[in-house]
DNA sequence: ATTTTATGTCAGTCTTGTTGACTTTCCAAG
DNA sequence: CTTGGAAAGTCAACAAGACTGACATAAAAT
């Protein structure tokens, strides 16, 4: 209560009245499914002695083919040393491989190998069922819905990003 | 464009034809939304020299009053001693009470004091701004449907304590 | 030639998760 | 009643993964 939007009233059509409560239990509802979201990858990482950090780059990398270091650090929001650490390992144990560039020898591509690539698929299975359940007891209207409401909570930067990454096929 | 649920058609009535592409769409909507989502208490706990684990304390022992440890323990997902740490300076700080149980003394009963609910009402403030702006841009069958898909990606243990918070006012 | 950019590395810190060992309290079976 | 768990919580020590800061190298840009 003694908060904005409460009593606020909605004059004009598309204007939402929205209670503390709703808004209350719309975070709560971010929380624990993000949860659920995580939940199956983090066995499968676990397994393998990765972690979420090390999914997040493989997805990435997997989604565009050849980027580069700095793009992989916008995207993802960390400093160069934390994702430097976990690209290592990566390109260590052969999941990644890191190519000089050929018009800026400066930057690295980065490229799934053939067993990288097995491993984004078992991973990315994992999360794709989980979600095809959920759409599919939600149904397409909700669908279109929780993607407008995802996109509406996005920071702009990453709204930016997100929209880059449309319709790009891997 | 071959986005959401529109292009692709759906045969049957209920039955989604979803492709891995809008799946993998769906996927990256979480992951840059609950960056979002998170951004603006993040801020703010970092003034404080708090983290997100102190968030999640205080969000749901100010959701219920009264909460056992152990409680908070299932709905959170970690370990009591990990828990207990957070807990810990949060006492010190004098944003959260300790009470013995009455019928069972083992048990610690946990209030938000007065400070402790002045700050969780500057974090809830944050995150429900965001929340109401994403909303009201969305629009309310947007947020229906956004409701229904967390809730189906849920666990079913989640999803349980998800409901018990229902309704159940602060 | 100098500066800037892209990347990588070393060292050190912090938050938050883990396991293991321990205390206090409760309860129930002998 | 006592005794032996079981349950709730606390303390200690450790690991993952984030961060900052300093510095190195190579290549592009000026």
Redesign the pocket.
């Known amino acids: 209560m003694a908060e904005g939007s409460g009593g606020s009233g909605h004059r004009g059509e598309d204007l939402l009245f929205l209670t503390d409560e709703q808004l209350r239990k719309g975070i709560e509802a971010m929380f624990f499914a993000y949860r659920g979201f995580t939940a199956d990858p983090d066995r499968i990482l676990e397994k393998h002695g990765?972690?979420?950090?090390?999914h997040r780059a493989i997805h990435f990398i997997n989604r565009s083919p050849g980027t580069?270091?700095?793009n992989l650090l916008d995207i993802l929001?960390?400093?160069?040393?934390?994702l430097?650490r976990?690209?290592?390992t990566l390109i260590e144990d052969g999941l990644v491989e890191?190519r000089i560039g050929i018009?800026?020898?400066?930057?690295?591509n980065l490229y799934l190998t053939e067993s990288g690539r097995t491993f984004e698929e078992e991973l990315s299975r994992a999360q794709r069922t989980r979600m095809r359940v959920a759409y599919r007891a939600a149904g397409a209207e909700a669908v279109a819905g929780f993607r407008k409401v995802l996109e509406a909570m996005m920071d702009a930067e990453m709204r930016r990003h997100f929209n880059n990454l449309k319709d790009s096929a891997p």
Chains 1, 2 share one sequence.
């Open positions: 990765y972690g979420r950090a090390h580069t270091v700095n929001g960390v400093t160069k040393q934390s430097n976990v690209l290592r890191s018009r800026d020898k400066r930057e690295r």
